[in-house]
Every structure is written in structure tokens, then in C-alpha cells.
Nanobody, 114 residues
Framework: QVQLVESGGGLVQAGGSLRLSCAASGSIFSISAWGWYRQAPGKQRELVAGITGGASTNYADSVKGRFTISRDNAKNTVYLQMNSLKPEDTAVYYC????????WGRGTQVTVSS
């Protein structure tokens, strides 16, 4: 099994930055890909950014050029650097790991005020 714990959310003004972290524990050797997702009130959960075992990355069009996903294998942690934040980025952000199963963290709230 894999356990994921997100951190780094909070309240920030539009134009500001936040860095989210997702720390993994357990059977981390089995993780083949990571992803950051978000879910705003009344909306479906959507992919924000993903990174594979080979470090290939992909982003939602809405965050390209503003968000960067990265990972630190030594710390078993994946990051989401979010710059130039907009009110529409407000959501609960979830970390996902693809391993023997799909694992999700509990989420961290990001609120961007205008």
C-alpha cells in the first residue's frame, strides 16, 4: 500500500504563489506515475499536472506556464509549484499515485482571493 499526505495549501491573493507537497510512504517502489488533481465546489475533479517514472510531465491547458510539477526521489515527495495564481484556481488539491492500485491523498485546500 501507499500513503500520500499533501501539504502547503492556504489562502493567497491573486498573483501569488504556493508550493504544494505530497509525501509518500509505504510501497513507494511500486509507484509508476504521480498526479495532482483539483476539485472546486460543484465541479468534477480534474487533472492539473502529472509526472511519470521517466519524469515526463503533462499539464492542464489552464495551468500551463504557471504551474510546475516536480519530484524528489530521495524524499519520496512530489511538488506542485503554483505561480500567478488566479481565483479560479481555488479548489481542494489532491495527490494521486499510480501503483498496484490508484492511491489518493486527503487533499489540501487552496483559496485564491481576488
Amino acid at each position: 500500500q501507499v500513503q500520500l499526505v499533501e501539504s502547503g495549501g492556504g489562502l493567497v491573493q491573486a498573483g501569488g504563489s504556493l508550493r504544494l507537497s505530497c509525501a509518500a510512504s509505504g510501497s513507494i517502489f511500486s509507484i509508476s506515475a504521480w498526479g495532482w488533481y483539483r476539485q472546486a465546489p460543484g465541479k468534477q475533479r480534474e487533472l492539473v499536472a502529472g509526472i511519470t517514472g521517466g519524469a515526463s510531465t503533462n499539464y492542464a491547458d489552464s495551468v500551463k506556464g504557471r504551474f510546475t510539477i516536480s519530484r524528489d526521489n530521495a524524499k519520496n515527495t512530489v511538488y506542485l509549484q503554483m505561480n500567478s495564481l488566479k481565483p479560479e484556481d481555488t479548489a481542494v488539491y489532491y495527490c494521486k499515485a499510480d501503483a498496484d492500485f490508484v492511491y489518493w491523498g486527503r487533499g489540501t485546500q487552496v483559496t485564491v482571493s481576488s
